[in-house]
């Protein structure tokens, strides 16, 4: 019978017979979305036949619902009646040169038949010790992962003008490294709520065309084509949870210890020199791309500005709170937010062709003045009696490394910069740095590699006071110096301009 169902590559635009029948598996589901004027809702299904062939198909409005519980991932169903459309040329080199519009018209039956061996040879999983080599390039990347933890969820303004949701979710491989997840909109409404209402099961997930960024370090997000697919019937999903079984006490003891908030650094490889970029060129690049390694100096563009401003602890956005005050934010909405100052400045970086301008905002604010938020914060209050202003670094004499990223300027011509790590090569043995990732919840963290600032205490009432803890074992490794030339910055949703 299986002579009756054609191939994918099989069914053409200009078929004759219109009565065609494929047997297709259910690849990847994204999540539903509304076009960019707002005029139409579609999702997008990848359509795998027996050889392992692929076919996007694309739902609009009213079928979305109609076929929700009926074009299941992993799924094989008989289609038939599938209208045949030309891909337009722009999107030809992503989806392919035809695509299929399910509707009303187009019959799809289920069939019993289990191709969860076939699907699954098709994924390509990158593990999290090679995720730094995609960091901020255009690459879809798929990953497996346990989560073991979720943040609250939180809205942010982007730069079209528009809010977003986004929620991060923890994961962790079979190393114990873990990585951070950002999803965004439909995702936080449906896997987010997904994966938190199983969180104590630990599921599995698996996800499909994310992209690395160099936010947090190093963390991965999702794109407009991701897909999930959590807790799959797998053999990778099944000897996953066999780990997770064997290895229970040691993944309860890190969500208690949270440690891949506070001391799980990201590796970054030191760039080699063809990956610098002189400083006179850049302008000249930024149809190209955003993010530069600098080779530079660097010094501040004025003795009077502010050093530090009081964020939020969930979003970094500007706070009228008070250090550790517990508040609802205006801009996040996150409840049990917390004051929390954050060291920022404007520097000038210079290297033998030219300079720029550039913002220096969390930790490698900390690492430029080579002191916390916290005491840059209690150094420059008044009534406060401190030296600080005296002893914290102004330059950086030296040629260091600087990632800056290029972000247009809202309303006018022009880009900003934003450093986001700062890398002294000199100072580290071997080819790779470790950059710690800030944390924004409401657990106690450092924010420096180097220096422990304040801890914000468990908060019985809306006030609480400012109360300092000694450094832990992993602190006082840090306190030692070994990466005090790093720093590493949370920026991307919080620009200067929002900042203040």
Same mark, same amino acid.
């Given at each position: 019978m299986d002579t009756k169902y054609k191939l994918i590559p099989e069914i053409s635009v200009t078929e004759k017979d219109k009565n065609w029948t494929a047997k297709v598996i259910v690849s990847e589901k994204t999540s539903a979305r509304t076009s960019q004027n707002g005029s139409i809702r579609y999702q997008n299904l990848i359509l795998m036949d027996p050889q392992k062939n692929k076919i996007q198909a694309t739902l609009f409005d009213n079928h979305i619902t109609a076929f929700e519980d009926l074009l299941l991932l992993s799924k094989t169903y008989l289609i038939s009646n599938a209208t045949i459309k030309l891909t337009k040329p722009e999107y030809v080199a992503s989806v392919g040169p035809i695509h299929?519009?399910?509707?009303?018209? %187009?019959?799809?039956?289920?069939?019993?038949?289990?191709?969860?061996?076939?699907?699954?040879?098709?994924?390509?999983?990158?593990?999290?010790?090679?995720?730094?080599?995609?960091?901020?390039?255009?690459a879809d990347i798929s990953i497996i992962g346990v989560a073991i933890d979720i943040k609250p969820k939180r809205l942010i303004k982007v730069r079209s003008g528009s809010q977003s949701y986004v929620q991060d979710v923890v994961l962790v491989?079979?190393?114990?490294?873990?990585?951070?997840?950002?999803?965004?909109d439909a995702f936080v409404e449906k896997e987010c709520v997904y994966i938190s209402q199983h969180l104590s099961k630990k599921p599995i997930v698996i996800a499909k065309h994310l992209k690395v960024s160099s936010f947090h370090g190093l963390s991965l997000s999702t794109k407009g084509n991701s897909s999930f697919f959590i807790d799959a019937p797998f053999a990778q999903v099944t000897e996953l949870k066999s780990w997770v079984d064997e290895n229970i006490e040691n993944l309860n003891q890190l969500i208690v210890e949270k440690s891949?908030?506070?001391?799980?650094?990201?590796?970054?490889p030191i760039p080699n020199d063809n990956m610098i970029t002189d400083i006179k060129n850049?302008?000249?690049?930024?149809?190209?791309?955003?993010?530069?390694?600098?080779?530079?100096?660097?010094?501040?563009?004025?003795?009077?500005?502010?050093?530090?401003?009081?964020?939020?602890?969930?979003?970094?956005?500007?706070?009228?709170?008070?250090?550790?005050?517990?508040?609802?934010?205006?801009?996040?909405?996150?409840?049990?937010?917390?004051?929390?100052?954050?060291?920022?400045?404007?520097?000038?970086?210079?290297?033998? %062709?030219?300079?720029?301008?550039?913002?220096?905002i969390g930790p490698p604010a900390e690492t430029f003045f080579k002191c916390s938020a916290y005491d840059l914060m209690k150094g420059t209050t008044k009534n406060e009696n401190s030296d600080i202003v005296e002893t914290m670094r102004t330059s950086i004499e030296e040629d260091v490394l600087f990632y800056v990223k290029a972000v247009p300027k809202d309303k006018q011509e022009g880009y900003k910069y934003d450093v986001i790590f700062i890398i002294n090569p000199s100072e580290i043995p071997g080819k790779t740095v470790y950059i710690e990732s800030e944390e924004k919840t409401t657990t106690p963290h450092s924010e420096s590699s180097d220096l422990v600032p304040y801890a914000p205490v468990t908060p019985t009432s809306k006030r609480v006071l400012f109360r300092e803890h000694s450094a832990s074992s992993s602190s006082k490794k840090k306190q030692s110096g070994k990466h005090d030339n790093i720093g590493q910055s949370t920026s991307d949703e919080a620009t200067v301009e929002e900042s203040y």
């Open positions: 299929w519009v399910i509707t009303g018209k %187009t019959r799809v039956i289920e069939i019993q038949e289990d191709n969860n061996a076939l699907l699954s040879s098709t994924y390509n999983f990158t593990p999290f010790d090679k995720l730094k080599e995609y960091m901020d390039v255009d491989d079979q190393s114990f490294d873990t990585i951070l997840l950002t999803l965004w891949y908030f506070v001391a799980s650094p990201a590796k970054v850049i302008s000249g690049l930024h149809h190209m791309q955003t993010y530069f390694w600098v080779k530079a100096k660097a010094n501040l563009q004025k003795q009077e500005q502010a050093y530090w401003y009081m964020s939020c602890s969930n979003c970094n956005k500007l706070s009228g709170a008070d250090v550790n005050e517990v508040f609802e934010c205006v801009f996040c909405k996150c409840k049990q937010a917390y004051g929390a100052p954050r060291a920022r400045a404007t520097v000038q970086l210079q290297d033998a %062709t030219s300079s720029l301008l550039a913002t220096v």
